[in-house]
Structure formats: structure tokens, C-alpha cells
């Protein structure tokens, strides 16, 4: 089992920037790809960002190209999601994700553990 809890959301400005992290407990060791998912209101939870456990291989959602970056800490077992530049649209509650099984997917099926999520709101 693996447990996810995110941390540093909060209200923002449009073209200000936060950091979000995922502290990553419990078999750590099985995972494979880590990644971050958003959800607002009344929308479907959508793929943001995602890094296999080495941090080599990244892949985005285009709108969030060139503005977000995720990395990870492996000795510290934390995921990272630095957001520049954020608009109205990116306001959401964030999820972290892992999954165990090889590959970098943008499927939120593909994810088998996920954390309670974290809000993040940008005022424009």
C-alpha cells in the first residue's frame, strides 16, 4: 500500500505561482509513475503532470506546457508540481497519484493510489 497527501495549495493571484508537493508513504519502493490530476467544479478530474519514479521521462497536458513543472525527491519519497504563471481555469482541486505498473500515463485509470487533494484557487 502506498499513502498520498499533498500539501501547499492555497488562493493566489492570475500570474502568480505555487508549489505543491506529495509526501509519498508506505511501500514507496513499488512505484513506478507519479502524477498530478485536477478537478473543478463540476468538471471531470483531468491529467495535469506526470514523472516516472526516475524523473527522465515527463509528460504534461498541453495548457499546463511551459507554465508547470513536476519533479521528485526520491530520497525525501515527495512529488513536486511547481505552477507558474497561473490563470483563472487552473483553479481546482489537485490530486497526487501513483501507480505501480510501468509506463507515464495521462489515464487516470492507470493510477491506483491517490491522495485527498489539495485546493488551489487563483483569483483573477
Known amino acids: 500500500q502506498v499513502h498520498l497527501v499533498e500539501s501547499g495549495g492555497g488562493l493566489v493571484q492570475a500570474g502568480g505561482s505555487l508549489r505543491l508537493s506529495c509526501a509519498a508513504s508506505?511501500?514507496?519502493?513499488?512505484?513506478?509513475?507519479m502524477g498530478w490530476f485536477r478537478q473543478a467544479p463540476g468538471k471531470e478530474r483531468e491529467f495535469v503532470a506526470a514523472?516516472?519514479?526516475?524523473?527522465?521521462?515527463?509528460t504534461y497536458e498541453d495548457s499546463v506546457k511551459g507554465r508547470f513543472s513536476i519533479s521528485r525527491d526520491n530520497a525525501k519519497n515527495r512529488l513536486y508540481l511547481q505552477m507558474n504563471s497561473l490563470k483563472a481555469e487552473d483553479t481546482a482541486l489537485y490530486y497526487c497519484?501513483?501507480?505501480?505498473?510501468?509506463?507515464?500515463?495521462?489515464?487516470?485509470?492507470?493510477?491506483?493510489?491517490w491522495g485527498q487533494g489539495t485546493q488551489v484557487t487563483v483569483s483573477s
Open positions: 497519484a501513483a501507480t505501480t505498473a510501468p509506463g507515464v500515463s495521462s489515464y487516470k485509470s492507470a493510477y491506483r493510489y
Open positions: 508506505g511501500d514507496t519502493f513499488s512505484i513506478y509513475t
Open positions: 514523472s516516472s519514479w526516475s524523473g527522465v521521462t515527463t
